[in-house]
């Protein structure tokens, strides 16, 4: 974890798995599973390159990323994207939270198929700048947000949050289309290619993906 020295802490907003990914359109009964395993690929990913903390809205959900190399989790009382990356960013500046790196990258928890080569290249290049931000597969959205100090980070999540990103002052940086950092995963045409191991392994036993028809 952290080998390749990025100063950054990666916070990973995770709401509540039971109510993740509603618009994949899966059974109730599975939805919950793919979505915490999705996270879990995400984070587990992040944390080859850099610290994670997890901004987790469910009690269940903060125990499995805790007990990750690399990760804590931080149990949030807050509610929307934008309150939970903010409360992540204030928790590590508390007293106690340890000798954090000194600046913040926000990644959504639906990065399955995150490459860590992906993720400490964008890193490197957001080190100078005081806010940078990569736009999701659509163009629109937003997948990665940093800033330098935590201060810093000005997090405008929703609809057409790339935009509001740059407008906010954060730095586009040119990644190509089919990067894994950008190709998060909200539709079900999107679980076509891009997933962990997890996330395959979740919708396999399913029956909603046959097998090794997903990459990672």
Not at 38 to 59: G, I, N, Q, R, Y
Not at 186 to 209: N, Q
């Amino acid at each position: 974890m952290g080998d390749m020295g990025e100063p950054f802490t990666v916070i990973v907003p995770v709401k509540a798995t039971g109510r993740g990914k509603s618009r994949l359109g899966l059974p109730d009964a599975v939805r919950g599973a793919v979505a915490r395993a999705m996270a879990v690929d995400t984070v587990v990913a992040a944390a080859l390159v850099a610290p994670v903390l997890v901004v987790a809205e469910d009690a269940a959900d903060a125990a499995v990323f805790a007990a990750l190399p690399g990760v804590r989790a931080h149990l949030t009382r807050v509610r929307g994207l934008n309150l939970s990356v903010l409360d992540g960013a204030a928790a590590l500046r508390r007293p106690g939270a340890g000798d954090a790196p000194p600046g913040v990258a926000v990644l959504p928890a639906d990065l399955p198929g995150l490459d860590a080569a992906d993720l400490a290249d964008a890193l490197r290049r957001a080190r100078q700048l005081d806010r940078a931000v990569v736009a999701d597969r659509q163009g629109t959205g937003t997948t990665l947000l940093t800033g330098r100090r935590p201060d810093l980070l000005a997090p405008a999540y929703g609809e057409g949050s790339f935009a509001r990103h740059v407008a906010l002052g954060a730095v586009p940086l040119d990644v190509p289309a089919g990067v894994s950092i950008r190709m998060d995963v909200d539709e079900p045409a999107d679980l076509d290619g891009h997933l962990g191991p997890r996330s395959r392994a979740a919708l396999e036993a399913a029956g909603l993906l046959q097998h090794g028809r997903a990459g990672g």
